[in-house]
């Protein structure tokens, strides 16, 4: 084993292994028989699959693995190999490699499951709406489950905006909805024939994991999402419901409890000034154009408001009530612009996310549209080279809809009121309002909030999840099983399958 392997899995994870995990949440009939299903062939998240499908048989549970990246309809978003090409190529796909991994493990071949359905049909009438918006698409349904709100996880292109306006390619939609269709039925299908009692999906977010998800709903099985771990973890599994940040506070409350106190504040602490350095690989896209330690000139004022932006593609279709969240966050801006100027002494600066620049150029254009009605004493656009962190330094008082800049600015001590959905209201590190009079209170008396509440979510970005059992992951950063590299196929492989994929992407969206 490498040394770098060796380090790797003696960090202390939120939890010490899925077997634990599993018996504390799932009885012991749910675990007789698990399902773990995947669409995507994202090196990460098979190393993941492989892991906790190894910890379920190591636990005396019987697996069943269905790798169906290359059998829907329509591409995965985490889709990277075709397996025709592959053959002409004689280049394993990821999935020969995932397989071929866990047979030398002691996998049993019968484990692997095709689509059972061979001669498919949906089994009800895929019926598209006549105006193909976003507010038309979201009320589709397939078998009473929402093929609508997973359609719309996935954009025929990278200009799809939030906007209601925008008319969605008919063929995308259409094809969309019949992937999803085949999904659904071919997971009810293999649910009932192998008598299955758990169901295992990369994130649930995605059109074919919210099938999957879907189907176990429909069996009433319980489901566990994995998705990717902490900065210094491997992957995480979690029954808790994709985008439930009030199960994930939990978590996070519940985990810094428990850790010890001596280590606690130091590694949650590593997060935050990771961020503040501009040391994150992983939020380099947001800083890259902004000059580390550049102070902004902010207007002459006793408080200094300062509201940073979100990025609204991200959270537009959770299933949330938008009426208590104002409505969406441009309304949001508006009335926390109307009560700046009601009050003497305060000013309000706008901070818009760095990340709008690579959006849709039509929801780039609402939100600078928005701000410029809303008339902030300063805005900051994407392009702005003003350095975030020390921005949320120089405010009085920072005002959120949700962006992780909140529980940032918490970490720095700041008062932080929120105005939206977010992972960290009920942290004690910010003040959630949903009311005017509730945003009032909050700028006429403001006040700093806890600021272990804040370590903590730190500490679950650092350590949440597990660490692999029996992955390891060498020098070179690719992770191998029984000796067999998780990796993608052939370069000529690749960009062959991309072809691919881009050429049905045209046809499905041409107009």
């Known amino acids: 084993m490498q040394p770098e392997v060796q380090a790797r899995s003696a960090v202390r994870a939120e939890h010490p292994s899925v077997g634990q995990y599993a018996h504390s ?15 995507s062939q994202w090196d990460f998240a098979q190393a993941a699959l492989a892991d906790i499908a190894l910890s379920f048989r190591e636990m005396g549970s019987q697996t ?18 075709s397996r025709l090409m592959s053959r002409l190529l004689l280049s394993a796909t990821s999935d020969d490699r995932l397989e071929q991994a866990l047979l030398s493990m002691g996998m049993d071949q019968h484990a692997f499951a095709r689509p059972p359905i061979r001669r498919w049909k949906p089994r009800e009438p895929l019926q598209l709406p006549a105006l193909l918006n976003r507010s038309s698409i979201r009320a589709m349904s397939y078998q ?3 093929v609508g709100r997973a359609i719309l996880q996935v954009h025929p292109d990278d200009e799809t905006p939030v906007s209601d306006d925008f008319i969605w390619p008919k063929r995308w939609v259409e ?7 085949f999904v659904l039925d071919q997971t009810l299908a293999l649910i009932d024939e192998r008598g ?3 169901i295992v999906i990369y994130n649930g977010r995605f059109l074919h994991d919210r099938a999957a998800s879907a189907a176990a709903e429909m069996r009433g099985l319980p489901i566990l999402n994995y998705d990717t771990g902490g900065h210094d973890t491997d992957f995480d599994l979690t029954i808790d419901a994709t985008h439930d940040w009030d199960a994930l506070q939990t978590r996070m409350l519940e985990m810094y409890e428990r850790w010890p106190a001596h280590e606690r504040d130091v590694i949650g602490s590593s ?6 350095n501009h040391e994150d690989p992983g939020n380099a896209i947001f800083v890259e154009m902004q000059e580390q330690g550049r102070l902004t000139e902010l207007p002459a004022a006793e408080v200094s408001v300062v509201y940073f932006s979100s990025s609204g593609d991200e959270i537009a279709e959770l299933e949330l009530d938008w009426d208590a969240y104002f409505a969406g966050q441009e309304h949001a801006l508006a009335v926390l612009a109307d009560e700046c100027r009601r009050r003497p002494g305060y000013s309000l600066v706008v901070r818009s996310h760095p990340h709008k620049r690579l959006k849709p150029k039509q929801d780039l254009a609402e939100w600078m549209a928005a701000v410029d009605r ?18 949320m330094r120089q405010a009085d008082v920072v005002v959120t809809y949700g962006s992780t800049a909140g529980v940032e600015a918490a970490f720095a001590h700041k008062p932080v009121v929120v105005m939206g959905p977010c992972a960290y209201d009920k942290l004690g590190c910010a003040v959630g309002v949903s009311t005017v009079q509730e945003l009032a209170m909050a700028l006429d008396a403001p006040a700093a909030g806890s600021w272990s509440g804040a370590v903590s979510y730190g500490l679950m970005m650092k350590r949440r999840g597990f660490t692999y059992a029996f992955v390891e992951r060498q020098a070179s950063w690719v992770c191998t099983l029984g000796g067999v590299a998780l990796r993608e196929p052939s370069k000529l492989v690749l960009d062959s399958s991309h072809l691919i994929n881009r050429f049905e992407k045209w046809r499905l969206t041409r107009r």
């Open 25 to 39: 949440v799932l009885s012991n009939a749910q675990r007789e028989h698990v399902l773990l299903i995947s669409f």
């Open 271 to 276: 997060w935050f000034l990771e961020r503040v």
């Open 144 to 146: 009473g489950t929402a």
């Open 374 to 391: 809303a008339q902030p004493d300063l805005h900051l656009d994407p392009y702005s080279v003003a350095d975030s962190y020390q921005l």
């Open 175 to 181: 094809a969309c909805a019949r992937s999803y269709a």
């Open 196 to 198: 299955i009692t758990a």
């Open 64 to 81: 069943t693995l269905a790798l169906w990246a290359n059998d829907t309809p329509v591409h995965d978003v985490g889709w990277a190999g």
